[in-house]
């Protein structure tokens, strides 16, 4: 199980902190907030958490060890494209599990015919499925979310070889009910780092 400290809006002084207390890997929802933190403390494994326009393909490249948050088949040829020879991209294909209209993210129906395309991109290594859960009141009502993208993740590996096994869900609301349902992932911010400051 990885634990990925979310670190948006947290200044490099307490990354730094961080790092040193043990935390390795950082992630960030934006390539342009991550450009100076990654500058600033390279050693951590850095993943990319939130969309990814086309255009900054590239640039999140030399910034990130992860893309977690591939939601498109002409996000992933582009990094397919872009990334450096010899190079495999570790990547997690976002769903929108819930079919949430203001989500990122593969609707689950799609994926099988996404994959017969990704599938054959060897520039990158498709480590398994990410997901945001729908904001709930009560953290239990999580569990259905979590369920289902691990159903998914079973079900599309026993047609696609090349999807890995990794399950990347659960934040600082529920991330004990997304390992308790098979998380290999979770994306922690705010029970590490406390509240962020409104936006
Ligand atoms: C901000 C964010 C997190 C962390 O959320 P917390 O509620 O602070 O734990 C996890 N995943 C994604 C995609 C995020 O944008």
Redesign the pocket.
């Known amino acids: 199980m990885q634990l990925?400290a979310?670190s948006?809006t947290v200044p490099i002084e307490r990354l730094r902190a961080a790092l040193a207390a043990g935390f390795s890997a950082l992630?960030e929802?934006r390539v342009q907030e991550a450009s100076p933190k990654v500058a600033a403390l390279p050693s951590a494994e850095w993943h990319l958490?939130?969309h990814l326009q086309g255009n900054k393909a590239g640039r999140a490249l030399e910034l990130f060890s992860v893309i977690?948050?591939v939601d498109s088949v002409s996000l992933a040829g582009r990094l397919a494209r872009l990334s450096p020879d010899g190079r495999r991209v570790p990547i997690y294909l976002q769903v929108n599990v819930d079919d949430d209209p203001a989500k990122a993210g593969f609707v689950p129906i799609d994926l099988d015919r996404a994959l017969d395309v990704i599938s054959g991109l060897p520039a990158l290594e498709v480590r398994g499925l990410?997901t945001?859960g729908h904001l709930v009141a009560d953290p239990r009502d999580a569990r259905p979310t979590f369920v289902a993208l691990r159903r998914l993740s079973e079900s599309l590996r026993g047609r696609h070889a090349a999807v890995g096994a990794g399950l990347s869900m659960g934040?600082?609301?529920d991330?004990e009910i997304a390992i308790e349902e098979g998380a290999t992932l979770v994306?922690?911010?705010?029970?590490?780092?406390g509240e962020?400051p409104a936006a």
Do not use: C, L
Request: hydrophobic share 50%.
């Open positions: 990925v979310v948006k992630g929802n958490v939130g977690e948050s990410m945001v934040m600082s609301d991330f994306r922690v911010g705010r029970a590490i780092f962020r």
